[in-house]
Every structure is written in C-alpha cells, then in structure tokens.
C-alpha cells in the first residue's frame, strides 16, 4: 500500500501544475485575507460592531477572524476538486490507467492510495494557505483595532480547513470517475460548485422549506458552517449547521462520490 501511495504522490509531484497550484492558493490565502479583514472591519472602525447593518454580514469577534484566516476556502476548494478530478482523469486521458492496475493488479489498493495521497496533498496547500492568510489576516486585523486571535476556535477552524480541502479532493475523484472524459468533468464539476449550486441555493433561500432543510446540506453551505463563518441577516438569511454536523455532511458527500467511484472502477473493463 505504501509504495502505491509513494506513486500516487509521484504522479503529482512530478508535473509543473503542483506548484502553479502551490502559488495561487499561496497568494489566494494572503489576498482573500487582507479583503475580508477590511471587509469585516469597515464598521467597527466607524464605532459599530463588525458587518453591523441591515442585511449585512454580522458575526462574533471569532466568526470574523475564521472568516478572515479561511477566506481562501472560496477559491481553495475550487482548486482542490480540480485537482480531485485530475488525478483520475488525466489518468483515463492519457491511457495510463491500464498500466497503473497492471503495476498494482489490486484496484482497490489503487483507489486507496488515491484517496490517501489527494487527502495528503489537500492538507499541504492548505497549510501554504493558511500561511498566507494568517500573516496577512493578522496584520489587517491588529491594524484596524481588531483581535486577531480571539480564541482557541480559531485554530480549530484552520485545522478543519484542511480537512475540507481533502474531502473537497475527494469530491472531485468521484466527480472525475463518473464522468471519464477529462474535460468534461473539469468543466461539469466546476460548473456545478461554482456556478449552479449557488444560484440553487440563492432561489431555494426564498422557499422556506428549501431554506430550512436543504440550502444548510449543499456542498458550499457545509464549507461555510465548518469554518463558523461570518452569517448573513435578513427574511431570507440560511442557518448554518453546527461545524460538526456540517463536516459529516460534506464526508458523506465525498464517501459517496469516491466511494461509489471507486467502486465503480474497481468492477469496469479497462482498456
């Protein structure tokens, strides 16, 4: 197992993508952070509580520093499910995936290592991520007569950041098995995080029912209630999950697209 494993990360490491990835989630982190620390501190430097107004973020003094320090995520996991998809589909694209099985003949040891490396591979850009959006978030907080540091919840929302950019990898493993032509898992998986969930969740928030009991269960929305982010007010405001309540939603979600993934390949003709 631990030589598929070694191959895994191999694979990735050997291309140039890793460290074009490595410098914009480097760069998204440090960005992201010095936008929402002015963001969220506008109004407190005005004499008004951070995000205070009608319909306006609000959050406690540690929901604006989570905010701040995991803004990154907004992007993050875009970069992450690419990455998910890419670690399968460039496999199926380039026909290499008959040689992968035929060096490991156990295909479940294969997708194993797949999931273990993407889970390794997910935590490492986000501890490059966090790196930048803490030394950046930190300094516009104290500069703007905010705590940068208002409790021990903080560091436990960069912990679970980590874990959300692995699941999010996993997402993409499933997404890229599903879906065997490269291009179009990008384009599909993308398009569907970035674009056609949000716009669900947007017009879902007008229904009760649907703000209630399935806007909190969407992938983004579970993201956002691991990390205790900033909430929004308003009629149409949606409730977050509890953090751990969200980060079971969102494993479930990659449980069941790897899981069913590599189950799936485990049992298809490869040739």
């Known amino acids: 197992m631990s030589a598929a494993i070694r191959s895994e990360f191999r694979k990735f490491f050997t291309t140039r993508m890793w460290w074009g990835m490595a410098i914009a989630m480097f760069v998204a982190g440090a960005g992201l952070a010095v936008a929402f620390g002015f963001l969220y501190t506008s109004n407190a430097m005005s004499g008004g509580g951070p995000g205070q107004g009608q319909g306006a973020p609000t ?40 040689s992968t099985f035929l060096g490991t003949p156990r295909r479940g040891r294969v997708m194993g290592a797949k999931v273990v490396a993407l889970l390794g591979i997910g935590a490492l850009y986000g501890l490059l991520s966090i790196v930048g959006s803490v030394v950046a978030g930190a300094i516009v907080l104290n500069a703007r007569g905010a705590d940068a540091f208002p409790g021990t ?18 997402i993409g493993l499933g997404a890229g098995i599903l879906i065997p032509n490269q291009v179009a898992a990008l384009l599909i998986s993308v398009g569907v995080a970035w674009i056609l969930e949000p716009i669900a969740g947007l017009l879902l928030s007008f229904w009760d029912f649907g703000r209630e009991h399935v806007v909190p269960y969407l992938p983004t929305q579970a993201t956002n209630a691991i990390v205790s982010g900033v909430t929004q007010t308003g009629a149409n405001a949606v409730k977050p999950l509890t953090w751990w309540v969200a980060a079971l939603v969102l494993a479930a979600y990659a449980v069941v697209l790897a899981g069913f993934g590599s189950w799936r390949t485990a049992r298809s003709d490869i040739s």
Do not use: D, F
């Open 59 to 98: 959050g406690t003094p540690v929901q604006v520093a989570n905010t701040v320090y995991t803004g990154y995520l907004s992007i993050g996991y875009l970069l992450t499910l690419v990455i998910g998809v890419m670690q399968i589909g460039s496999e199926y694209r380039h026909k290499t995936i008959t």
């Open 153 to 170: 919840e903080v560091l436990r929302s960069l912990a679970l950041s980590l874990l959300v950019l692995g699941l999010w990898a996993l």
